[in-house]
């Protein structure tokens, strides 16, 4: 499948798979531009005709069209004859943009200031530095004069100054003054008027032992505010001048304790020596299950890395199986990281010597089984592994090889009490063991069962003990899965906007409306769905008419990943397949399903489209 990028945030340009096209057209360039500041919505031919000529000429609707066939050809150029677009499609009198969530740059930009806000320091920092490089100019470099553009590119404008000063708050937090002061030195040249500009500039001249320019700033602040924009400096600016002339022990801390740690990590990393390599192994869990899982995750692969180097599978083995997070999500945080993580373990299982410990070798194998989640079969490490771990009567030893096991119970449909059984061996293991981490993944393992097993009483009281353990132990990730949980079960409020987890980044809010509507049956909302399109996609085209398309759909579906969401996906195909009358589709989806007969396609606690078994009656019947 084509990869499409667009880039908005400077001059509009794309590229399908890294190779950029060619959009020699203005008209197709500002057509785009309009397309993207909808945001998926259907903009009608005849605004397009406004939005593009003050005064239309005759053939004004024509040329659209015209305008709209070249720029298909150039989005999708691998696009088969004859054969209906993707991306830029017709519906309802007008046209719109069908795109991954992640394939705008400006997109990107505003997921990551939404994503920021619950994470810790480091992390904040690196999301929001990786989003202010997608700027390259201002957005609609050559429309900004546009009437379609001026709401957006100010809108867009005020949304880059925000990134920034979150991004100078994140490097205050981590102990950078300097680098906070670099950031915002033009910012307030260039904003005058935002007053977080200003105060996070003097608090920055003041971190960084300038007490005397962090007050020029503070002046010069009220100076152009009162004298050249007519604004009176509110009360934050004052109090922050009054608390530097008095030097507020308390202006120097933020986020102190993370920040420590942190540097911790980077130190012993870059040592690069035996000992600073175990100490890296030793703090990276630290800075997962306090929210930094993508920092972690990197600097654990380095640390790998850097220890295969050293030419110590012993060493190597200590490094890898150092990470002792358990996940309860089942698909891979980073795919590209797990694999690297399970092509090392597998070198170093191969390479230790004889003699070597049994519990470094479970360790390993449980590694292999848990990086290898959604992708692989490796039951048989996880199986390896239980059995060391139970000889050796190592209870966090064992509940790291059930955790595998877990990750690995998805061979087929209708496992969930399989799954309860494992999570309530894990937390009793934990609580006997003062084990908390693992406490917390045994019941959020039985929280999601429990859903597929339609007891969501059951399933509650779970989320309550989880939430007050993840309070109890710092643990903000696993109040992510509550929060979802009673979100789609309990009529709690919506869950924060943007996660640590891509599973939870992308697609699944849009899937989560989209299967409530299933249940209650609503409206189906057309959205980009992530990882999620195609199963998705057959049962919203045979909807909306797109009978033909629906079945064109259904005919190269792929099967489901085997994960939490498989029973969802399955259901969906099977409805898709009832609804347009694609006989193969549902034999697929009724012999998938028949083994969860008796549960709900609610195995993950964060969607769910109600019991498999009316649907599985219904699919029988059409059969017969």
């Not at 005849?46 to 150039?74: C, M, N």
Request: net charge negative.
């Amino acid at each position: 499948m084509s990869q499409l990028r667009i880039r908005v945030l400077g001059a509009i340009g794309a590229d399908v798979n890294g190779i950029a096209v060619r959009l020699s057209k203005a008209r197709h360039r500002e057509i785009l531009g309009i397309l993207i500041t909808a945001r998926g919505r259907t903009v009608s031919t005849q605004q397009l005709v406004e939005d593009l000529w003050e005064e239309p000429p005759a053939g004004a609707v024509g040329a659209v069209r015209t305008f709209i066939g070249e720029l298909r050809r150039i989005l999708e150029p691998q696009r088969p004859p004859h054969t209906p677009p993707a991306v830029l499609l017709t519906t309802g009198g007008g046209y719109l943009l069908r795109l991954e969530p992640d394939a705008v740059d400006l997109r990107r930009a505003e997921t990551a200031i939404k994503a920021a806000g619950g994470m810790a320091a480091a992390t904040r920092e690196f999301v929001l530095a990786t989003a202010l490089q997608e700027w390259h100019g201002a957005a609609f470099e050559e429309f900004t004069d546009r009437g379609w553009a001026r709401g957006e590119c100010t809108r867009i404008a005020g949304l880059r100054a925000n990134i920034l000063e979150q991004l100078a708050a994140a490097r205050l937090a981590l102990g950078r003054p300097e680098d906070a002061v670099e950031l915002l030195a033009s910012h307030t040249d260039e904003h005058p008027w935002r007053e977080e500009g200003w105060r996070l500039l003097a608090l920055a001249h003041y971190r960084a032992a300038r007490r005397g320019e962090a007050l020029d700033v503070l002046v010069r602040a009220r100076s152009v505010l009162q004298g050249s924009l007519g604004l009176h400096p509110g009360a934050e600016l004052a109090d922050l001048e009054l608390r530097i002339h008095r030097q507020d022990p308390a202006l120097d801390t933020d986020d102190a304790g993370h920040s420590l740690l942190l540097r911790t990590v980077t130190g012993a990393a870059g040592a690069g020596t035996r000992s600073g390599l175990e100490g890296v192994a030793a703090l990276i869990p630290l800075l997962a299950v306090s929210g930094s899982v993508h920092f972690a995750a990197q600097q654990r692969r380095s640390a790998i890395e850097a220890a295969e180097q050293l030419g110590d599978p012993e060493l190597t083995a200590r490094v890898i199986t150092g990470f002792d997070v358990p996940s309860c999500w089942t698909r891979p945080d980073d795919p590209e990281v797990s694999a690297a993580i399970v092509a090392a373990g597998e070198r170093t299982l191969a390479a230790l010597p004889a003699g070597s410990s049994e519990r470094v070798r479970a360790r390993l194998l449980a590694t292999v089984a848990m990086e290898s989640r959604g992708t692989a079969d490796r039951l048989a490490e996880a199986a390896e592994a239980e059995t060391i771990a139970r000889r050796l009567h190592d209870p966090a030893l064992l509940c790291l090889a059930l955790s595998a096991r877990y990750l690995q119970t998805f061979s087929t449909a209708g496992l969930a009490k399989v799954r309860d059984t494992l999570g309530g061996e894990i937390i009793a293991l934990a609580v006997a063991a003062e084990l908390p981490t693992f406490e917390i993944e045994g019941r959020l393992i039985r929280m999601q069962a429990l859903c597929a097993l339609d007891d969501i009483a059951a399933a509650s009281a779970q989320a309550a003990a989880i939430d007050q353990l993840a309070a109890r132990h710092d643990r903000a990730l696993a109040s992510v899965f509550t929060a979802w949980f009673r979100w789609t079960f309990a009529d709690g409020p919506p869950p924060p906007a943007g996660s640590e987890m891509p599973g939870f980044r992308s697609g699944l809010a849009e899937l989560a409306a989209l299967t409530a509507a299933v249940r209650t049956g609503g409206e189906l909302p057309d959205e980009a769905f992530g990882p999620y399109e195609p199963w998705v996609r057959p049962l919203l085209l045979v909807r909306t008419g797109h009978t033909a398309e629906a079945l064109s759909a259904l005919g190269s579906c792929p099967d489901p990943p085997l994960d939490l969401l498989m029973e969802v996906a399955w259901f969906l195909i099977g409805l898709a397949g009832l609804e347009s009358g694609h006989r193969a589709a549902v034999q697929r989806a009724y012999r998938a399903l028949l083994p969860a007969a008796g549960e709900r396609a609610a195995g993950s606690g964060a969607v769910d489209l109600g019991p498999v078994k009316p649907l599985l009656e219904r699919l029988g019947r059409f059969l017969l």
